[in-house]
């Protein structure tokens, strides 16, 4: 029984890897975001019927620091239910040498009466 297992994980992981290694800069949706690239833009459409946050950074540039989730409207404006929200290129750091941008989202909560973030979502997509 053990080899059967084996390789039905085999086959589950190598059909989750073929998911997500999907080169398509063709617009990606699930059931919060839609997401379009048309360079130099990055449109981010929240279909949900709650205020979203987003960060969008170019893969390459995502790794040379941190950031955090924001949830002050002040200072990060969310995407309002049903909204859109068009990012730059260069607002995401996303140079000629990108072909990949992250776009992490997340809804604001209230934790002992104080905002905060849920859980944190990331979408990869192709800029190029």
């Known amino acids: 029984m053990r080899p059967l297992l084996g390789h039905a994980f085999t086959i589950a992981f190598s059909a989750t890897l073929l998911a997500a290694c999907n080169s398509s800069t063709q617009p990606q949706r699930d059931a919060v975001l839609s997401i379009s690239v048309s360079e130099p833009n990055i449109v981010i459409t929240n279909n949900g019927s709650k205020p979203v946050f987003t960060m969008v ?3 390459n540039y995502a790794a040379l620091g941190d950031w955090f ?9 969310p995407i ?3 909204g859109k929200q068009t990012r730059t290129f260069g607002d995401a750091g996303i140079d000629e040498s990108e072909t990949e941008a992250l ?3 997340w809804f604001a909560v209230m934790k002992d009466n104080v905002p905060t973030h849920d859980s944190i979502r990331l979408t990869t997509i192709r800029v190029r």
Do not use: S
């Open 57 to 59: 950074l170019g893969k």
């Open 69 to 77: 989730p924001c949830v002050d409207e002040a200072i990060c404006t």
């Open 80 to 82: 309002p239910p049903h």
């Open 103 to 105: 776009v992490y989202w």
